[in-house]
């Protein structure tokens, strides 16, 4: 099975990390800035475009999306549509400093990372992101594509929407939903569930009127 990565930022970085500590080989990675085709990522080298990965045998790759692009209609998300309307199947990855419940269900794509918690019975949606040292407590569901930033606690039951955001350091209480496409901000305290599309922030968290991303 051959493996790339998509993008080749910040989020592409840790992702390839995860992926070499874990013992896995990543062939190259895809960009849409020309600038980058060429150069190396942790040794790794940008192969050039996302038509980079047209020549592939479907089933012998692996694709990781490497894009983060936090927040609600996010470029991620369009491009993991993207690679499955053609044909490409995603890869999760396990950072090996991760705590997974032997129970937990991982869908397409998900992305535990570096010394994060996902505690029993939970399932992570999608092409999800459960970034660095984040906690997710038992039972908790993340939808498709959302992004638990760096650092981020959710406590036992917590329901995640689709597409949203829990920044960085944000705080989610026991049993509260937080709806999709929602944000809410770094270091929010979130005691009351929140609406789709809902942009919070503070603690407790409140609606707030300026993205302020996390
Ligand atoms: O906060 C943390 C821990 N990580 C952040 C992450 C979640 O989001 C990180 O600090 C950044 O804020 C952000 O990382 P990301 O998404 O890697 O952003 P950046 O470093 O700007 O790299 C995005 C790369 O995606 C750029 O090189 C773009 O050229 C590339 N890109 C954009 N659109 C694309 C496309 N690449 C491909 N293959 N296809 C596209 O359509």
């Known amino acids: 099975m051959q493996v790339f990565v998509i993008g080749a930022g910040g989020h592409a970085k840790v992702v390839v990390d995860a992926l070499h500590r874990s013992g896995m080989t990543v062939h ?22 996302d038509e980079a990965l047209d020549p592939c045998e479907r ?9 983060g692009a936090p927040g609600p209609a996010d470029l991620r998300a369009r491009i993991f549509s993207a690679y499955k309307s053609r ?18 269900l991982l869908e397409e794509g998900a992305q535990i990372l570096a010394g994060a918690v996902v505690q029993a019975s939970c399932r992570v949606g999608c092409d999800a992101i ?14 498709a594509h959302a992004h638990i930033a760096p650092g981020a606690v959710l406590s036992g039951s917590v ?3 689709e597409r949203t955001l829990v920044g960085t350091g944000a705080t989610v209480i026991q049993g509260r939903q937080v709806g ?5 901000a770094a270091g929010a305290v979130v005691i009351r ?5 809902a942009r919070v922030a503070g603690n407790p968290a409140r609606p707030i009127r300026d993205r302020d991303r996390g």
Do not use: K, Y
């Not at 999709?180 to 809410?184: E, H, I, K, M, T």
């Open 28 to 49: 190259g990675l895809v960009d849409a800035d020309p600038r980058r085709h060429g150069s190396l990522v942790l040794g790794v080298p940008v192969l050039g475009g």
């Open 59 to 67: 089933n012998r790759t692996r694709v990781v999306n490497g894009l």
């Open 87 to 104: 044909g490409f199947a995603f890869a999760t990855v396990i950072d090996p400093s991760a705590v997974v419940g032997g129970d937990v």
């Open 130 to 143: 459960i970034n660095t040292r984040a906690a997710i407590d038992h039972d908790c569901r993340i939808g």
């Open 159 to 161: 329901r995640i929407g």
């Open 180 to 184: 999709s496409g929602a944000l809410v």
């Open 193 to 197: 569930d929140i609406a789709d599309a």
